[in-house]
């Protein structure tokens, strides 16, 4: 594996820019915006839960419009269809033959606002993109831009109109995170400025591309130390042997929080990592991925965390 960059030549200046320009709009909570900057370096897909009005779609929004990439934005609706965000094979008459319309997933970035209240038929087609980059249509594999990302927010299960997301959908996510209400301070200032309706639309590309992708290939160099590994394999194997848990970490699930480590200790000017990347990953990106006992249907995932929380006191970090 190659060399990461060192800590002094880390990329940091493009990382802070891209952080205060989120934050220049989705204000007080710079937990969340460290959550996407760390999903988007590692390669991977942000679930936003929370209830209306907390700021999701305008977080969403503004790491959309803070890259310079190919952007969509689809409204997640009941009777939205798969064709609607995948595309279309159309006959041409007077080529005698089909062609395919691209549909909006066909971008680097995409916003998918309230995934939860299109139909799980509608949600799973996204299956195939979030985990290979490629939309199949008619049995003809079309890949998708690089990088790709979705970004999507969902209201909690229990709000009216809404559907479940399938396990193995919820399992394409990185990292799922919550909002929370703002600080009083952090209120009033957004009542004084409404971002949403006066900054956000202005909001003006920090990141080429070109940059985004060279960070990503940074973070996938970072080092890992091999007592590292042996701590996410050991966080993983207790989740599997937990009598209150169906299901435990896959290793799907255990490359996510290595990768996400990864991540977080480039942003903080590092080449390895260090327990405490592990650590502050570890509620985001696996308690959504772990099936409780006692029922079916996911619940909110705060049982899951709870669970989680008592198996990460019972494994011994390296030090």
């Known amino acids: ?20 320009n989120i934050a220049s709009v989705f204000m007080g909570n710079p937990k969340a915006v460290d ?34 990439a190919k ?6 609706t009941p009777d939205l269809l798969p064709s609607d965000i995948l595309g279309v094979s159309i006959y041409d008459r007077e080529r005698g033959e089909f062609t395919f319309t691209p549909g909006p997933i066909f971008a680097n970035i995409v916003l998918a606002d309230e995934i939860n209240r299109t139909t799980p038929r509608t949600q799973t087609a996204l299956l195939e993109a979030m985990s290979e980059a490629t939309v199949s ?53 957004v009542l004084e400025r409404r971002p949403a309706a006066n900054a956000l639309p202005q909001l003006q590309p920090v990141m080429p591309l070109e940059t985004l992708i060279e960070l990503q290939r940074n973070a996938s160099a970072v080092r890992v130390d091999a007592k590292i590994l042996e701590y996410v394999v050991s966080i993983a194997n207790a989740t599997r042997r937990s009598p209150d848990l169906r299901l435990g970490l896959s290793p799907r699930g255990a490359l996510a929080l290595t990768q996400v480590a990864r991540a977080t200790a480039l942003i903080d000017g590092r080449d390895y990592v260090v327990p405490e990347d592990v650590l502050d990953n570890i509620m985001p990106v696996v308690a959504h991925r772990l099936i409780i006992r006692g029922g079916l249907e996911q619940n909110d995932g705060r049982e899951a965390e709870g669970i989680l929380e008592g198996i990460i006191q019972g494994v011994e970090a390296p030090t």
């Open 1 to 20: 594996m190659p060399d990461a960059p060192d800590a002094a030549n880390a990329p940091a200046g493009p990382i802070a820019r891209l952080r205060d």
């Open 35 to 68: 959550r996407v900057l760390r999903t988007m370096l590692a390669g991977g897909h942000l679930l936003i839960e929370d209830v209306p009005g907390v700021g999701k779609t305008v977080l969403a929004g503004a790491i959309a419009r803070s890259v310079h």
């Open 71 to 76: 952007l969509a934005r689809v409204q997640m």
């Open 137 to 189: 249509i008619d049995g003809t594999s079309h890949p998708l831009p690089r990088p790709f990302m979705v970004i999507a927010t969902q209201n909690p299960y229990d709000f009216e109109g809404t559907y479940l997301l399938p396990e193995n959908q919820l399992d394409r996510f990185l990292m799922r995170t919550r909002l929370g209400y703002p600080d009083p301070k952090t209120e009033v200032q």
